[in-house]
């Protein structure tokens, strides 16, 4: 017999094995089946086994394990000490074990290359006054000479004019010293709602300055907001592919480092979406990503310039669009049913009217996208569950189930959703809409938002928690608005106190409304399972149980048993992203 027919003869079984692993590994083949001393050997080849001090599963069904396998990227099993004392081979990842598993974590709402861009611009939180602004900028200027040219303007985010004695900045504020006379620079408000640039900016535009489009306003020289920002942003350089990849590798880097698997990217524009595409098979990308829709004209329609999208990695995925309803409220931006309690002249601003909402909702819809809306303000709230009740009633034929529709089908979602007025928080409750909530918008904005909407309508609307948790609110950052830290947004949720000091504006450990605080389990499924659902990725995100992406993160302690003050300082000891070590701690 030739030795190339002996050789296929040898190495059949083998083949045959891996095909048939394979495809159990894709089938889940029954415990007891995996129990062959066959299927044993097969598995050491193609599983790798974890064990650890605890891991919580977010499952249905084994709600803790104490070791994991898997194959594939994927989970292939979970069991307890019970079954591992019966299997010697495991004895090498048995007595290994430290730390405590939970599920990888998920920010719900973020802005991928917009926090890229941070990490590579000034940072601007935090500052507490005008002359803390210039420094910083003058900082940042002596270490990026080649900035600030028409090809490359300093970039910085986080500026409040609240910390300017509550005045708007101007472009003469901009005009540090003599070096700074010529140079091109734009300033995102903390909320990303505003900009301010400096005159070298200002003169590329018309003078006298056109009046501002609706839905905008220009507040000071040099200072646009909302729709207005389209005037300035007409003339800025944008990254090119390059400069955006960095933007993406570095934000990654960084949500990794705080136990980040997945985020959804609340707002991308087509080229971008392209972008994200060829670089998701790249193992520099290491967060999954649920990006909506932005068209290159906010609040449009543009279905030639995007396609549905997941890849085979589990690593990219496009089904929602994102829509803008209003601005935001610490601009006074948001849109209102009655006028705010410190402007009575003001409602805020619809960035677009109700008819044009519904109508993009309605034909979005119609091509089998999930629509999610921005809406801050009590009057954007009830536009948004206007334009989403009329969808539902024109898409699904049987009008005694919309709530199951949307469920099933739709999922449309409210980004924000941080002032909804009773009546149509009982509308949202009982159509199944789902809110997408950043706790930390909360605690960051309890200093003034009683100012902005009076007593009694603060405690009738706004940031409404666990009065919404049965639609399974999906929980975010915002990042770059705010921290990505999604600990501190657990903290924020549970105590209603700023992640920061501890505190709440009294100054005291009461909690802003602490009616509305979730326990620490509900806001870890708010960063892992609802964040799933609310991407059509249940079963797949946010849980650890058999055939989902293998994604965990590993911690000292587990969450059950830490003092809520503790939670705000949780570290990341590993993330684990298809089953791959993305981040460890220096000191594993």
């Given at each position: 017999m030739p030795a190339h027919t002996v050789l296929f003869w040898v190495t059949?079984?083998?083949?045959?094995?891996?095909?048939?692993?394979?495809?159990?590994?894709?089938?889940?083949?029954?415990?007891?089946?995996?129990?062959?001393?066959?299927?044993?050997?097969?598995?050491?080849?193609?599983?790798?086994?974890?064990?650890?001090?605890?891991?919580?599963?977010?499952?249905?069904?084994?709600?803790?394990?104490?070791c994991f396998s898997v194959s594939n990227g994927r989970f292939t099993r979970l069991f307890k000490d019970d079954f591992i004392k019966q299997d010697a081979s495991y004895d090498s990842v048995r007595d290994a074990r430290a730390g405590y598993v939970y599920p990888g974590l998920w920010d719900g709402h973020g802005h991928l290359i917009q926090y890229g861009e941070l990490l590579n611009s000034v940072n601007l939180f935090g500052s507490e006054s005008m002359v803390e602004v210039q420094d910083r900028l003058v900082q940042y200027k002596a270490s990026h000479p080649e900035e600030g040219t028409d090809q490359k303007w300093i970039r910085g985010v986080g500026w409040d004019q609240a910390k300017f004695d509550g005045k708007w900045p101007g472009i003469t504020d901009l005009e540090i010293n003599e070096a700074f006379k010529d140079q091109y620079v734009m300033l995102d408000r903390v909320d990303v709602h505003c900009i301010w640039v400096s005159q070298k900016v200002l003169d590329l535009l018309p003078s006298p300055l056109p009046e501002a489009p609706a839905g905008g306003e220009i507040v000071a020289k040099g200072v646009f907001c909302d729709n207005a920002m389209e005037m300035v942003l007409a003339h800025y350089p944008k990254p090119d592919k390059a400069r955006k990849s960095k933007f993406v590798r570095d934000a990654m880097l960084e949500l990794n480092k705080l136990g980040i698997v997945g985020m959804h990217d609340a707002g991308v524009v087509p080229s971008d979406l392209r972008l994200y595409e060829q670089l998701s098979d790249n193992a520099d990308w290491t967060v999954r990503v649920n990006a909506m829709i932005e068209c290159d004209e906010r609040n449009t329609f543009c279905p030639s310039d995007v396609k549905k999208v997941s890849t085979s990695n589990g690593m990219f995925h496009v089904r929602s669009v994102k829509l803008f309803g209003d601005g935001a409220l610490g601009s006074w931006g948001s849109a209102m049913i009655d006028p705010y309690s410190d402007k009575e002249t003001s409602t805020g601003s619809l960035l677009v009217n109700a008819t044009e909402l519904s109508a993009l909702t309605q034909n979005w819809a119609a091509r089998g996208f999930q629509v999610n809306i921005h809406a801050i303000g009590d009057l954007a709230n009830r536009l948004a569950i206007d334009a989403f009740e009329i969808s539902l009633k024109l898409q699904c034929p049987d009008i005694t189930k919309l709530k199951e529709c949307q469920q099933e089908k739709f999922r449309f979602r409210i980004e924000h959703a941080q002032i909804i007025h009773p009546d149509d928080q009982q509308r949202m409750l009982e159509l199944g809409i789902i809110p997408s909530i950043q706790p930390t918008h909360a605690t960051s904005d309890m200093g003034y938002a009683e100012s902005r909407l009076g007593k009694q309508r603060t405690a009738d609307e706004a940031y409404r928690m666990r009065s919404l948790l049965p639609l399974r609110p999906v929980l975010g950052s915002d990042f770059p608005v705010e921290p990505a830290n999604i600990f501190e947004g657990m903290y924020a949720a549970t105590t209603r106190r700023s992640p920061h000091t501890g505190l709440d504006p009294s100054g005291g450990k009461?909690?802003?409304?602490?009616?509305?605080?979730?326990?620490?389990?509900?806001?870890?499924?708010?960063?892992?399972?609802?964040?799933?659902?609310?991407?059509?990725?249940?079963?797949?995100?946010?849980?650890?149980?058999?055939?989902?992406?293998?994604?965990?993160?590993?911690?000292?302690?587990?969450?059950?048993?830490?003092?809520?003050?503790?939670l705000r300082r949780v570290t990341v000891r590993e993330t684990w992203v298809g089953g791959k070590l993305v981040y460890q701690r220096r000191d594993q």
């Open positions: 059949l079984p083998v083949l045959l094995g891996v095909i048939l692993y394979q495809i159990g590994a894709q089938v889940l083949i029954p415990a007891s089946i995996h129990e062959n001393t066959a299927f044993k050997l097969l598995r050491s080849l193609f599983e790798e086994t974890h064990c650890y001090a605890s891991i919580t599963t977010l499952s249905a069904g084994l709600r803790n394990a104490d009461t909690g802003w409304y602490p009616e509305e605080t979730l326990t620490v389990e509900d806001a870890l499924k708010g960063f892992t399972l609802n964040p799933a659902l609310g991407a059509f990725l249940d079963g797949k995100a946010g849980v650890i149980q058999e055939g989902a992406w293998a994604d965990w993160v590993v911690l000292d302690h587990p969450l059950e048993g830490l003092e809520l003050e503790d």
